[in-house]
């Protein structure tokens, strides 16, 4: 037989031969890999069992042989670092064994992100937020305090969901436990930026404002929410409490000043009653305001009026009050 010939005849055998072979590997690791997937459900429904009954030293054991069976189980990830998560004790900090829970539930619950936020399944993308929220907390004052790694997961959070206010909340205080106020400020005015009609951007603002003694600035973010709520009483009571308090509690106050903030004070509490009669909360701050008034009237007629203006709205605030105990006990 030819040399040539001998040659075609053997590369066929290998080509035969290997293709033989390489279907034979891709048959085995098909099968492992049903085998595998049906061990890692067998392992996740046993430890979901044991995860509801809050046996969480049970549920991680059986969540760590579900990812070691099925690696592509994202949401074993989320659980497993939630079971390590409960296992650590805030109480026992320092002691290593307790601490390395701490470490594998900041391991799983960065591993079920990566992994569930690249899914396009809402579930997926839910239980992603989910677990980064987690992890932000594992790097809070309670657990790790290093509030410079909890940064970046938030940050990241944002670009997932960047019309996501809690999301700029969740930044906010991460700014301001690490003292930097600055950046506070900067990412809330950006959370308002992104989502102009959402309440508790403003009053997250107007909070921030006061903790900063910026008053003007926290009476103007609420005043934006109530502009933005016109039919809301609780936004024109909310503005009222606050010049109420400013002008009761700020002692630096000039008459002027404090005069301007008590007739604006009156006109919001006004609005409110005027979208809700019987608010009897804002009956009651109206009463006070108008008491305030008073004291700095020099007119006796008109300073005797205010007060009895006053009682008349504390009492009609009283009244309310005592119907709807009444309707209630009925």
């Known amino acids: 037989m030819p040399i040539n010939r001998q040659k075609g005849d053997l590369m066929r055998y290998l080509s035969g031969s290997s293709l033989a072979v390489a279907v034979g590997l891709v048959l085995a690791t098909v099968a492992c890999s049903k085998v595998g997937q049906l061990a ?7 430890a979901n069992q044991a995860y509801a009954q809050q046996d969480y030293k049970a549920a991680a054991a059986l ?6 069976a099925d690696p592509n189980l994202a949401a074993a990830y989320f659980y497993l670092g939630n079971s390590y998560d409960n296992l650590f004790k805030p109480s026992r900090k320092g002691e290593a064994a307790n601490d390395e829970m701490l470490t594998k539930a900041i391991e799983s619950y960065q591993t079920a992100a990566e992994k569930l936020s690249a899914s396009g399944k809402p579930e997926d993308k839910k239980l992603a937020k989910l677990s980064m929220e987690y992890l932000v907390a594992a790097y809070g004052a309670d657990k790790l305090n290093d509030p410079a790694k909890a940064e970046p997961v938030v940050q990241r959070m944002i670009q997932l969901e960047p019309s996501e206010a809690t999301n700029y909340f969740m930044l906010a205080r991460i700014y301001e436990d690490a003292g930097a106020y600055d950046n506070e400020e900067e990412i ?6 992104v989502k102009p009609d959402d309440p508790a951007v403003y009053m997250t603002l107007a909070g921030y404002y006061k903790r900063q003694g910026q008053v003007e600035k926290m009476i103007k973010a609420a005043e934006e929410r109530a502009d933005r709520e016109p039919n ?21 106050l000039k008459d002027q ?28 701050i109206k009463g006070l305001l108008l008491r305030l008034q008073a004291n700095m009237e020099k007119d006796t007629a008109k300073q005797q009026a205010l007060i009895k203006e006053a009682i008349r709205l504390r009492d009609k605030a009283e009244d309310l009050r005592k119907k709807k105990t009444a309707g209630v006990g009925n």
């Open 40 to 46: 890692a459900m067998k392992s996740f429904k046993a």
């Open 257 to 284: 000043q404090k005069k301007e903030y008590l007739e604006k004070g009156v006109a919001a509490i006004d609005k409110a009653i005027q979208i809700k009669s019987d608010y009897s909360e804002a009956l009651v």
């Open 63 to 68: 969540y760590e042989d579900t990812v070691k």
């Open 188 to 193: 809330l005015l950006k959370a308002k930026e």
């Open 232 to 252: 809301n009483p609780e936004a024109q009571y909310t503005v009222g409490t606050f010049y109420w308090d400013e002008a009761f509690r700020d002692t630096s």
